[in-house]
């Protein structure tokens, strides 16, 4: 045997030797595997199952879906029975999950063959019974715009009480409300509020459901300002998701409760409605006024259409019990267009429910890149843009001289926040719940208004500013005290 061939028999020895340990091992691993007690079981259908968040300190949070099946939202044509709809359903071996009884054959169907959500859609869309089918979108939060300063209690921001202002221990950072020209904005440069609350505070006879995350209904600020359900209303029930104990409102994710662990949904709730002149943290635009808590976003602000739709159709529901629901404020929006969402944002105004809506914070030019919901084209829906400190178009805001409507403050905005404490945030979620407070002030001296006469006062009672010449649909920033005429 000759040197090179004598190398070749070495190397190939080796190989074998090595492949025969590594057999070995790959053999070991799967008996310790076999040996391994089994995972604990999953939680039962319906049901989510709590996750340890450890970055907050290892409180539960909830996950969003209660299952990786895709989900579809399918609307079938007029007189097909819901018997017939499951009897499609199982044909295709899904499951009917919910239907939405505000639009009328709006169907939550669940693929239980592992196909993804737009081939499920796409099966349904060619029966002849379906009028249309979509995935179950995702919706998430927009990212964190700037700097996020918080605050555990008022006395790190205890400032002035002048004359004529809520004693509110915070206020004096309240720009949006009274603008003197703090942190380097303009004077003038608010929503006059303070000429608006010569007229009137708000009313509690006025309910603004918050459709977020859910709202802190335990909060210092807010507690006194949160819906409850009255003892002579009965507790909500739907046909397919069941009985809920709603007595603070409602919820999508997890159990009945609404609290919110993400936060942002409660930032908004302070903006429209943080008691006023109870000498404690903030003031809302509304010292007065009753806030129901939607829950459809879970504790690290993500949801689907679906579940906002539910809560929509939960609104729907207690509008028509005789609660005086008549604004929706929504943070939040996709680029994905929901026909599904439309048509439920839709019947909402034909119940008598404004929908105010965030354009955005892409630095988009909505009549081109339309940004939902605050893009469907509907009679009782506003778009809001945000504004800086100095009356300029925010940087991060969209646009759109078609499409977005008006603008309000939404940069550096101080609010409630989780476990009683304040934070400042930046976005046009913050100038969103502005205009939904100024509808809900509104509506405590002129409760008869229709969504067609409450939109169009938002329209003509703005202040025209030269920054927004062509870049929203009115031109201007809402004017609190010239919408509830009190100049």
């Known amino acids: 045997m000759n040197r090179n061939n004598f190398l070749g028999h070495l190397a ?7 492949l025969a340990a590594f057999a070995g091992q790959i053999r070991h691993w799967q008996l310790e595997r076999s040996l391994a007690p089994p995972p604990p079981p999953s939680s039962e259908a319906g049901q989510t199952e709590e996750a340890v968040d450890e970055a907050e300190g290892g409180e539960q949070v909830e996950e ?18 819901y018997e017939a709809i499951k009897s499609i359903a199982e044909t295709h071996n899904d499951e009917v999950k919910d239907e939405i009884e505000s639009v009328k054959g709006l169907t939550l169907i669940e693929d239980e063959d592992g196909l993804d959500a737009e081939a499920v859609a796409e099966e349904y869309r060619h029966l002849p019974s379906v009028q249309y089918a979509e995935p179950n979108y995702q919706i998430k939060l927009d990212p964190e715009i700037g700097n996020v300063n918080h605050y555990d209690s008022a006395a790190q921001l205890a400032g002035r009480v002048l004359d004529k202002k809520p004693n509110d221990q915070m206020f004096a950072e309240q720009w949006s409300l009274s603008n003197e020209g703090q942190g380097g904005g303009k004077a003038g ?12 505070t708000g009313s509690q ?33 739907d046909d397919e998701l069941g009985g809920f104990d709603d007595i603070h409102g409602f919820s999508a994710v997890g159990d009945d409760d609404p609290m919110d662990q993400n936060g942002h949904g409660t930032h908004c709730a302070g903006i429209i409605g943080a008691e006023g002149d109870n000498a404690e943290g ?132 101080l609010s409630t926040w989780l476990k009683g404490s304040y934070e400042e945030h930046s976005g046009t979620s913050m100038a969103t719940p502005l ?19 409450l939109r169009e006062r938002i329209f003509k009672s703005v202040d025209k500013l030269d920054s927004l010449n062509g870049k929203v649909a009115t031109g201007g920033r809402i004017n609190a005290a010239k919408a509830v005429k009190a100049e």
């Open 435 to 453: 205009v939904a407070g100024e509808a809900a002030l509104i509506l405590s001296v002129d409760p008869n208004l229709s969504v067609k006469e």
């Open 282 to 413: 903030i003031a809302g635009i509304n010292w007065k006024v009753e806030i129901m808590p939607l829950k459809f976003m879970s504790a690290n602000g993500s949801g689907t259409t679906a579940d906002a739709i539910k809560a929509i159709n939960y609104v729907i529901n207690r509008k028509r019990a005789g609660v005086n629901v008549r604004i929706i404020s929504a943070s939040w929006g996709s680029t994905m267009r929901s026909q599904a969402l439309e048509d439920a944002i839709r019947n909402a105004g034909d119940e008598g429910i404004l929908f105010v809506a965030a354009s955005g914070n892409s630095s988009a030019n909505s009549d081109k890149s339309p940004h939902y919901p605050a893009g469907y084209d509907l009679p009782n829906v506003i778009s809001v843009a945000a504004l800086n400190r100095n009356d300029e178009l925010a940087s991060f805001s969209n646009y759109g001289a078609k499409s977005v409507h008006v603008a309000a403050p939404g940069a550096e905005i």
């Open 64 to 81: 969003t879906e209660d299952s990786d099946d895709a989900k579809v939202l399918v609307l079938f044509k007029p007189g097909t029975s």
């Open 12 to 18: 190939l020895a080796l190989a074998v030797i090595m």
């Open 205 to 237: 006879s006025v309910v603004v459901a918050v459709l977020d995350s859910g709202v802190d209904y335990t909060h210092a600020d807010l507690i006194n300002n949160i819906w409850v359900r009255p003892p002579d209303l009965a507790a909500y029930t």
């Open 189 to 200: 440069a608010d929503i006059s509020a303070l000429r608006a609350w010569e007229k009137t």
